[in-house]
């Protein structure tokens, strides 16, 4: 048996009812890394030691007959923007190197308590900060469909690592589309629930009214239930929403009569590519053949998107990074007089070009003088975005669209042009400046054979009806594995 290449719910399924077990699913979980990892960089941090240790206590849980959480036992990876612990926790930065931190993110102590089995922190951008998983201070994580391309990002890790099969699904953080574009890119499905769904407590923050903790996996199904055991209210984040129920599996069904499906125009004009399109648009007839009712409109102020986005982002960044500073934690640099000597030679040191280049845009639009011409302006740009999707949703429940302009681009492309690695985000910023939940759902290839993903979007606290979407359309083909993941481990 093919341990990994099980889905998280099946492989949970099997170590409850004890034909694997839960040390053989962390095993078969690290075989695929020792075999893969030297290519792929999925992983920052591997805790080898710590995943045996957890896996037998599970297995002692079972063993007893004691009751279990829905993923007891399944080899999970989690972004290193996720706080666990005494593992570290490095934002793949130079200047976390070193940062071990005394508690875990309440999304991990969910996940721990579903039983999951922590097995390493996965590379990312720094800092959350790009969509190519090139901005990593610990170096460049590749597709595992084709290693001469990206996985997206900035959760490319975690995306690399479950299409490769290195584990059984993986957290992922969104702020601009960091788990659905990646998710994109590398085949697989990722979904980011309605903000304040998932406690902030323990994500290191990037742009705090943005960033949102989901589930990245094989399937809908297993993001269904992962979401269902990591979303709870939580005192500890001022964002967090307590709502009326976390069911989200029972949305798991294969019936879209009558679901209004509607089609921004302005997502499938120029500038998407032609494979990606078609893919879509096939994977929007199924749905339409199979009930749902189609029906094309205008969203409007998809062009102000960008500049809202990475101005918001960037001033909240620019704030939430002024406590890297060297004085309490992380890293210091060695040689300085005075105290403001070692601030600026710790940040220069500490963070990267893309992470200084949103840090001084941030702090630009927030400055005196710029502040009403730029920051306030965007804010007002966000609010009716906001009640363009309003409208938008009082005629239909679902949006679908592309998640990406085009599939991966190719190693080192993206870097040399920032402006063009921006403007990539265009179908997924929207999503989090109206804080609504999304999921990308594989659709196809193109004929690099590189994967495409479709978006569906929901109103807030809607993830339902997009889980029911995208399972629909799942039941109409099989997953597709990845090359390196169908090799034979030798």
């Not at 960089?41 to 279990?68: K, M, P, W």
């Not at 976390?96 to 590379?123: C, D, H, R, W, Y």
């Not at 102000?304 to 640099?333: M, Q």
């Not at 920051?375 to 309003?390: C, E, G, N, S, V």
Request: proline share 3%.
């Amino acid at each position: 048996m093919d341990i990994m290449a099980l889905t998280a719910v099946e492989l949970a399924k099997k170590i409850r009812q004890r034909e694997i077990s839960a040390r053989e699913a962390v095993e078969a979980a690290f075989r695929n890394i020792e075999k893969q990892e030297a290519v792929l960089h999925s992983y920052v941090t591997l805790d080898r030691e710590g995943a045996f240790r957890r896996a037998e206590a599970v297995q002692r849980r079972i063993d007893a007959g004691e009751e279990v959480g829905i993923l007891a036992g399944v080899p999970v990876a989690v972004k290193d923007n996720i706080c666990t612990k005494g593992i570290l926790t490095t934002c793949s930065s130079k200047i976390l190197e070193n940062f071990v931190p005394f508690f875990s993110a309440e999304a991990m102590q969910n996940l721990e308590q579903a039983g999951a089995v922590l097995i390493g922190k996965t590379n990312m951008d720094e800092f959350a900060m790009g969509s190519t998983t090139e901005t990593s201070y610990y170096g460049v994580t590749k597709n595992p469909w084709n290693t001469e391309y990206v996985p997206g990002g900035s959760s490319g890790g975690s995306c690399a690592a479950v299409a490769a099969e290195e584990c059984a699904f993986a957290l992922g953080s969104d702020t601009g589309g960091s788990i659905r574009q990646p998710s994109s890119f590398c085949g697989v499905t990722g979904l980011k629930p309605t903000y304040g769904t998932v406690s902030r407590y323990g994500l290191i923050a990037y742009g705090s009214s943005l960033d949102q903790i989901g589930p990245i996996a094989k399937d809908v199904s297993d993001c269904a239930a992962i979401l269902e055991a990591v979303a709870s209210y939580d005192s500890k984040d001022s964002t967090s929403i307590k709502r009326e129920s976390y069911d989200f599996t029972s949305a798991l069904v294969e019936d879209v009569k009558g679901l209004r499906i509607g089609i921004p125009r302005d997502y499938f004009t120029e500038g998407l590519d032609i494979e990606v399109k078609a893919a879509i648009e096939k994977a929007i007839r199924v749905l339409e053949e199979r009930g749902a009712l189609v029906e094309e409109f205008d969203l409007n102020f998809v062009e102000y998107a960008i500049p809202a986005y990475y101005i918001i982002a960037s001033a909240e960044a620019s704030s939430n990074l002024a406590r890297f500073d060297g004085v309490k934690y992380g890293y210091r640099t060695e040689e300085y007089e005075g105290l403001h000597a070692m601030y600026k030679r710790t940040r220069s040191e500490g963070f990267g070009a893309e992470v200084k280049r949103r840090i001084m845009l941030g702090s630009f639009v927030l400055s005196s003088g710029y502040y009403d011409a730029y920051y306030l302006k965007a804010l007002k740009t966000k609010a009716l975005i906001k009640k363009a999707f309003d409208r938008a949703f009082e005629r239909y429940d679902v949006i679908a669209a592309p998640v990406s302009p085009a599939t991966a681009p190719k190693l080192g492309e993206s870097l040399s042009d920032p402006i063009q690695m921006y403007l990539g985000d265009i179908y997924t910023i929207s999503v989090n400046l109206a804080g609504l939940p999304g999921i990308s759902v594989p659709c196809g290839v193109d004929e690099k054979g590189l994967p495409i993903g479709m978006q569906l979007i929901g109103n807030c606290f809607e993830e339902k009806k997009i889980i029911r979407a995208a399972y629909t359309w799942e039941q109409s083909r099989t997953y597709q594995r990845c090359p390196i993941a169908k090799k034979e481990v030798g």
